[in-house]
């Protein structure tokens, strides 16, 4: 069954820990992104990358880091830069930028 | 900064009533698409409009696109209390390669 998988559901940081979400597709597709979502709001872009070994930034990147090593997989870094990070991460890949994203079930994450 | 921009926020209906939601957007377009996300999960595609297109259908979805006044609109016939979820427009634009999404339409729909 194809997808995309997201581990942990559940994180908890503490502070000045930098925690590692991950994100893993088997849908070949060459891109990927990474979502913020907070309490009745829409999605914020994280970063994105089109291809492995390549990444942009998207609307809110401060504080977190990527990396696309591989095509199957996007791990989003949350560092202490980010002084706010309690709230649901979303990754989503699609075939391309402009075809439909395939989303994972995220991952909450809190502060201890 | 977010591109679209949904409405209503929420809207509550009956079982068996229609559900309308639109979507307005900032600057031109190379499609639209519509999400449907149940609490605590990810997003699911729903349908996507291309902006030479007017109107799609998906089974009981059906979407409308109104370039010249930059809009789209959802509307889901013969709600079902499955159908309770937020529903969130993304739009991409020209020369960009990402998508942005708006806030979102929180739909309950009542048995």
């Known amino acids: 069954d194809g997808g995309i998988t997201q581990s942990p559901k559940y994180l908890f940081r503490k502070e000045g820990q930098n925690v590692t979400l991950s994100c893993e597709q088997n849908l070949n597709h060459d891109a990927m992104y990474w979502y913020r979502q907070d309490p009745g709001q829409g999605l914020r872009l994280i970063y994105y ?13 401060e504080g977190y ?3 696309r090593e591989k095509k199957e997989s996007f791990p989003l870094t949350v560092t202490s830069a980010q002084k706010n990070p309690t ?4 990754c989503a890949s699609s075939i391309d930028p402009n075809q439909p994203q395939h989303f994972g079930d995220g991952t909450r994450l809190s502060i201890l | 900064s977010q591109q679209g921009e949904e409405d209503p926020q929420a809207l509550s209906i009956q079982e068996g009533e229609n559900a309308t939601m ?26 996507l409009i291309r902006s030479n297109e007017r109107e799609k259908h998906s089974g009981r979805l059906r979407v409308t696109l109104d370039t010249s006044k930059k809009s789209s609109s959802l509307l889901i016939t013969a709600s079902r209390a ?7 427009c993304a739009t991409d634009y020209y020369n960009n390669n990402d998508m942005r999404f708006g806030a979102g339409t929180r739909l309950t729909v009542k048995p």
Request: net charge positive; proline share 0%.
């Open chain 2, 22 to 47: 639109n979507c307005s957007y900032k600057t031109s377009i190379n499609n639209l698409q519509w999400y449907r996300q149940n609490s605590g999960r990810g997003l699911v595609h729903l349908i």
């Open chain 2, 82 to 88: 499955a159908d309770t979820a937020s529903y969130f």
């Open chain 1, 65 to 67: 880091s990527v990396s």
């Open chain 1, 49 to 61: 990358s089109q291809i492995v070994n390549d990444f942009q930034k998207g609307d809110i990147a």
């Open chain 1, 87 to 90: 709230a649901f991460y979303l």
